[in-house]
T-cell receptor
């Protein structure tokens, strides 16, 4: 089974702190994603990466950065945490179906519920 | 216009009922389609992938209509354990992003 593991289930941080959320996948997937999920807004893409050291902005990248130094690890960084970044953060990975342009489904980590106080 | 739109519900149905959810997508270049299930405070988990016109798995049937750009999910003989939020997800290449609907809430009532 594919496993996507996020480093923490729950985090409480103070305003202004630098926050690191780590995500590791064990299936050699090319693509990795960071989302946040808020009530009524669904999942919104923050950043994604389709290869080591590659990153692309999603819909809401402001206030965030990412790092992908190794294929299996994709880190989300909150440069200076603010209360409006209190949310559920979900990491996901996916691959490409061999010989096609189609992608496999996104496999999700268990989520990190971040509270910024 | 949102990439993926779903009726948020809630849908409250009795056990044994058949319920259908619809989802529309805006990008005609979309290639891969999925239905996910998400339980309260948990991560989304794949229910079904839809790469061609449809897919069936037990009580669940997904249909894809490319001409009208919609995907449906049919649940037959609803169980209490089907209570969850169902997310419609579309992937578009190039770009390779997943676009999520906001989810449809289902509660199956005894």
């Amino acid at each position: 089974d594919v496993k996507v593991t996020q480093s923490s289930r729950y985090l409480v941080k103070r305003t202004g702190e630098k926050v690191f959320l780590e995500c590791v996948q064990d299936m050699d997937h090319e693509n990795m994603f960071w989302y946040r999920q808020d009530p009524g807004l669904g999942l919104r893409l923050i950043y994604f990466s389709y290869d080591v050291k590659m990153k692309e902005k999603g819909d809401i990248p402001e206030g965030y950065s990412v790092s992908r130094e190794k294929k299996e690890r994709f880190s989300l960084i909150l440069e200076s945490a603010s209360t409006n970044q209190t949310s559920m953060y979900l990491c996901a990975s996916s691959s490409v179906l061999t010989g096609t342009l189609l992608v496999t489904e996104a496999f999700f980590g268990q989520g990190t519920r971040l509270t910024v106080v | 216009r949102k990439e993926v739109e779903q009726d948020p519900g809630p849908f409250n149905v009795p056990e044994g009922a058949t319920v259908a959810f619809n989802c529309t997508y805006s990008n005609s270049a979309s290639q891969s389609f999925f239905w996910y299930r998400q339980d309260c405070r948990k991560e989304p988990k794949l229910l079904m992938s839809v790469y061609s016109s449809g897919n069936e798995d037990g009580r669940f049937t997904a249909q894809l209509n490319r001409a009208s750009q919609y995907i449906s999910l049919l649940i037959r003989d609803s169980k209490l354990s089907d209570s969850a939020t169902y997310l419609c997800v579309v992937n578009t290449t190039p770009g390779n992003q997943f676009y999520f609907g906001t989810g449809t809430s289902l509660t199956v009532i005894p």
